[in-house]
């Protein structure tokens, strides 16, 4: 150890944990849940959860990772023999073909290459000559590639059909990037915790609608564990169908109460405002940005120089900064590396990576002007910050 | 709250904490410390904090901020009628003045203004013609100026003195700057749990030569709490005379274990190196430094710009950023600020810190290049850290 180096997580999940948050997980060591006290938490956990989706609509919690939320979005919605549309952009969206094929569903595709959102017009055209779809998928954000999708308009098309529900994978897109599910028809969104809500991974959050819960009653997909009907019986009363991962719903409740008082907007500007920062300080690295438009906000994927591996730049990010960004996954490993902004990340974070990022650039050989970046995101910040 | 902002310590103690060493204390609950498991501990952690002080030289550890283990070294070493020599160069050294005399201790003064080095010379001079002293007072690093002292030589010059001690202040000292006691002849060295050793405040430490203990057999002075001899039989049986602060050595233990696993040697030249590049950021951002030579890694005082308050520095620095920096004390205060590098600091801190002094100054009309302060730490880097 030549000194020191803090580790530092600027990965788009797990995500730096809010330490008040998680403080209060350890004057909890005697919470049994099927008390009064721990129902009371409950349901002001899950009031809280429609502040943070921005919804009416029930907002259900699962132990377990954001995926088995997705999972449940199939297994409630559909019946054998129906059909899907999803659309996908990358490795996020690939999992829905995994869990439709695991389910014996048929999946109709529409594709948007990596780096580019998804063309809403080709969805809104496979709706209407490829249906009938009991559900619609797509993501809010590609986190494999930082791309947003415009979830907003392929809800209004999606409204016009009563029987297909839109289903929005927003594990990355919650707390990054606005929403308004009641407004513009997702049917079913989906988080998860160790994503803009800062604490550690372990819980999936589901938002179902009326429209949607009309289809759940009709589906007959096998569903136990992420049964959401039942699961909306229990958690009406403060309860879960089976354990709650108690020291995380605490956290949960923290945490919640954290982004209540700052605003769900100002989180959402926050990580807009670090997205841009970044942005703007690879370019002035002169480094491509991965997202050809569309960037999301949760997170930046950025283009290593070519010949470069960005493998190289991760390694180097760590073992003299600690600094821990994400490689590409699948065929972007190695060209790209992708630095987050969801949840609990400040201005000064920013600096930081920025800073250690020019000097690995150097390192490596990348020529650079050592300070630009971080200039260039100095004067974003200084454009929004008066 | 505008967004996420993180406070953050830069503040020349307390320090960040190690959270490591922390979390240590949360499965403690029932530790009594009069049993053999703590004795062990107790004794395992004055052996670290040898290696820690690099002496062999008996470690004392009181419950109490380091002002307590100054209070010892007066109250220990000095009988009613004896004098002794004091030098000082800012607000640290006074401290010397107040304990003096509230022991009816007479004084002989050497001074050198705010921002300069003692002129050991010129103590060596008054040794000379002025004496007996019984012992000779300093810093090893004045705090307020982030000036350092040559405790060598002085060490060497006292060491000539058989009746006379040399103790030595290095709350600050130590952790950021080279210290031989046994060598240089170090009599007796204070220090402080809050500052490199990277826990909280509550702990005092000090470190006895074989030649002071002679003294302190002979010294008349009252002393009950802080008795050395009376703590010195207790703690040789991992015993201490009064309820020991247990959280705060559990801790202690652990980022000892921490900074043996790092190398002492490595803890210094980390915050050597942070200084250097926090001095060369500030020169290139125009901003004078108010150490005018011998300047010390703990810290670093820059002075505020011609006609700028020091304190809107501050401010700035911590509302928008959540970057405490200190201000100056007595008459330095609205002068200087003070950044901190004594303990768990890195380089990724420095960087954010640093971008954040560039945003905040131009904000009150400084005109600074942005990113040049950056890229002159990033220079400093990239010549120590190939």
Redesign the interface.
Same mark, same amino acid.
């Given at each position: $150890?030549?000194?020191?180096?803090?580790e530092?997580l600027f990965t788009p999940g797990p995500t730096p944990l809010l330490m008040e948050a998680q403080a209060r997980t !350890?004057v909890a060591a005697n919470v049994h849940h099927r008390t009064e006290a721990f129902r009371q938490l409950m349901r002001e956990t899950l009031e809280h959860l429609k502040y943070y989706f921005n919804t009416q609509n029930d907002v259900l919690i699962f132990a377990s990772s954001g995926t088995g939320a997705m999972e449940g979005s199939i297994s409630n919605l559909l019946s054998p023999g129906e059909r899907i549309l999803v659309g996908t952009a990358g490795k996020f969206g690939e999992r829905w073909f995994g869990l439709a094929e695991a389910y014996g569903i048929e999946v109709v595709k529409v594709e948007a290459p990596y780096g580019h959102p998804l063309n809403i017009a080709e969805m809104k055209g496979r709706l209407e000559k490829d249906g009938p779809f009991r559900a619609v998928y797509i993501q809010a954000t590609e986190t494999s590639t930082a791309v947003s999708h415009d979830v907003k308009a392929l809800g209004e098309i999606v409204k016009a059909y009563p029987e297909t529900c839109l289903v929005v994978d927003a594990i990355t897109g919650l707390g990054t990037t606005e929403l308004r599910p009641d407004e513009w028809g997702l049917d079913i969104v989906i988080g998860g915790s160790q994503k803009a809500v800062m604490i550690p991974p372990g819980l999936a959050f589901a938002s179902v609608s009326e429209k949607a819960w009309g289809l759940i009653a009709k589906a007959k997909l096998p569903r136990y564990y992420f049964d959401f009907a039942k699961e909306r019986k229990n958690q009406a009363k403060g309860e879960t169908s089976y354990t709650p991962a108690i020291t995380l719903i605490i956290s949960l409740h923290a945490a919640l109460e954290y982004i209540r008082? $700052?605003?769900r907007e #100002? !989180?959402i500007? #926050?990580a807009a405002?670090l997205a841009e920062m970044t942005r703007e300080a690879a370019q002035a690295l002169r480094l491509k940005l991965f997202a050809v438009s569309s960037p999301a906000n949760a997170a930046t994927a950025i283009c290593a120089p070519d010949g470069m591996d960005s493998g190289a730049i991760i390694k180097e990010l760590r073992s003299? &900064?600690?600094?821990i960004v994400a490689n590409g996954q699948g065929s972007m490993k190695g060209k790209i590396f992708r630095v987050a902004h969801l949840g609990?990340?400040?201005?000064?974070?920013l &600096?930081?990576?920025v800073?250690?990022l020019?000097?690995v650039l !150097?390192?490596l050989e990348h020529r650079v002007?050592? @300070?630009? @970046?971080?200039?260039?995101?100095?004067?974003v910040?200084?454009r929004h910050?008066r």
């Open positions: $150890m030549p000194g020191i180096i803090k530092r !350890l008082k $700052m605003g #100002n !989180l500007a #926050n405002l003299r &900064f600690g600094a609990y990340y400040d201005a000064a974070d &600096f930081a990576v800073a250690a020019e000097v !150097l390192k002007e050592l @300070g630009s @970046g971080v200039r260039a995101a100095e004067e910040y200084l910050c």
